[in-house]
RNA sequence: GGAGAGUUGGCCGAGUGGCUUAAGGCGCACGCUUGGAAAGCGUGUAUACUCCAAAAGGGUAUCAAGGGUUCGAAUCCCUUACUCUCCGCCA
């Protein structure tokens, strides 16, 4: 979230970059509401400090009169100090209320946008920031889906998905589960190349740290919860292992932090029925490999190209057309300053699949979870964070049947060889 | 799931209602000392909020978390979380 004192300091700033949002009139209003309720919490934390000082000050006193032997005196002064405890209590009180109202209302304050944002509301609005150069694949009227080509080569099987569990979570068998375990095993081997530290994470996660990266009150509908536990299925791998760095000061020489991690992902997509559902396209459970870096201010937007060509290499690798959206205004995720989404071209159902999104969130996921470094100075500043999905794994099954099809079955990339050990689905 | 013991600063650890501004030690930083180092000596060493135009310097809170008792709580009471030991169950 947005810090108050930065609201206050860079009002017309916070205004513009909430426009660029789409958010209306009345949703700006709010900011006026946060600047005098930070008012008020400073007013009143000055007012009470002062009483309590005064309290400690008597009590220290009436501690003094005792050891004296000065009974009457220290009685007389107990009166007086019982006397301030009303308003002490009063003053306490509206503390309480007025940064709890303070602190809801700055959750629910979405980043500001990155300069670079391109204006719009919708998703049609996107910046095409790379285009696939050449002409778009077009594999002939008997392409067949991915659905199709799973039933034909029995790579997963949708219903056996819907009758142990429901719509929504797909059951992958043969070569299609080897083909799953293969993507992830080179996802996360290319990771590791690049330098991110490997993490298995736990898989629930508990409130703090579904506020901490934003989840909450955000997105809270579209995790699974465990009300016996009080504990979130994890959306993304984003949650658990950003949470590492939660209440963590670090040295500038730690930079950058570089983690990544495989594992599943949970997300109840309520109301998201219809035309898009069908297949992988959206599911309730799918795998992906994330890499999160935490970055010094001044360089987390080099940082976040360069995990944008991470990405894009390994779409190469995988042989698959893809394109870079820059995300408009109205588009953006409420915690990131810029995000960059990767589409892969879906040959047999001729459309745009996202399969990734990298983003950088500047100092918003740092404030929720208190993430700082001591700067040259010794003073403590918000880091910066970053993340993106390299990569979401259903999806990309879904591209890479549909995209490799040929008569004689599906070929495996290159690259991909060493780990499915087959060539080809058949 | 049952029983018991715990949780104090970066770390170890003392502390059973007011001479605690959390002792002492370790670590770390700087200085003195030294040919250089070690040792020794000295100084400093958290976080958040807040006051002040700023700096310097104040104030308040924080001893797992949240409540309570009290003029006053690390210390007493209640609730919760976590850790450890034993028992039960278990891959």
């Given at each position: 979230m947005l810090q108050a004192s930065f609201i206050k300091a860079n009002k017309d700033l916070v205004i513009n970059g909430l426009k660029k949002r789409g958010l209306k009139d009345d949703e700006l209003a709010l900011i006026d509401t946060i600047i005098a309720l930070d008012e008020k919490r400073k007013n009143t934390q000055t007012q009470l400090d002062k009483l309590l000082s005064e309290n400690k000050k008597m009590s220290d006193a009436i501690g003094g009169l005792y050891r004296e032997g000065k009974r009457d005196e220290a009685e007389a002064m107990k009166a007086k100090v019982s006397g301030l405890k009303e308003e002490t209590a009063a003053l306490q009180e509206t503390m309480r209320t007025t940064s709890a109202t303070l602190n809801d209302h700055l959750l629910h304050i979405p980043n500001l946008p990155h300069e670079s944002v391109p204006p719009?509301?919708?998703?049609?609005?996107?910046?095409?920031?790379?285009?696939?150069?050449?002409?778009l694949p077009d594999m002939g009227e008997n392409a067949l889906a991915h659905w199709d080509l799973a039933e034909k080569y029995n790579l997963i099987d949708f219903k056996l998905g819907v009758k142990i569990t429901g719509a929504g979570f797909p059951l992958f068998r043969g070569q299609g589960a080897k083909l799953q375990r293969a993507l992830i095993n080179f996802f996360l081997d290319e990771a590791q190349k690049a330098g991110y530290e490997e993490i298995v994470p736990p898989l629930l996660v508990n409130e703090d740290s579904a506020r901490g990266t934003g989840q909450?009150?955000?997105?809270?509908?579209q995790m699974y919860y465990v009300e016996k536990d009080d504990l979130y299925l994890i959306p993304t791998a984003e949650v658990p292992v950003t949470n590492i760095l939660r209440d963590v000061i670090l040295k500038?020489?730690?930079?950058p932090i570089k983690l990544t991690g495989y594992t599943p992902c949970f997300r109840r997509?309520?109301?998201?029925?219809?035309?898009?559902?069908?297949g992988l396209n959206r599911v309730h459970q799918f795998d992906k490999v994330e890499i999160v870096q935490v970055q010094h201010p001044d360089r987390s937007h080099d940082t976040l190209h360069e995990m944008l060509d991470h990405v894009e290499g390994l779409l190469q690798k995988l042989e698959l057309p893809y394109r870079i959206l820059r995300l408009c205004g109205g588009d953006?995720?409420?915690?990131?300053a810029l995000t960059f989404d990767f589409e892969v071209y879906s040959a047999a159902q001729k459309k745009w699949l996202e399969v990734s999104s990298v983003s950088n969130f500047e100092a918003y996921q740092s404030n929720r979870l208190k993430l700082r470094f001591k700067d040259a100075d010794n003073k403590n500043k918000l880091a910066h964070t970053l993340n993106g999905s390299a990569l979401a794994l259903a999806r990309i099954v879904a591209c890479l049947l549909e995209n490799h099809q040929t008569p004689d079955g599906i070929k495996i990339p290159e690259a991909l060889k060493p780990y499915t050990h087959f060539d080809i689905i058949c």
């Open positions: 719009g509301n919708t998703d049609e609005d996107n910046e095409v920031f790379k285009d696939w150069p050449n002409d909450i009150p955000d997105k809270e509908g500038e020489s730690d930079f997509e309520a109301g998201a029925y219809g035309k898009d559902v069908r953006l995720g409420s915690a990131s």
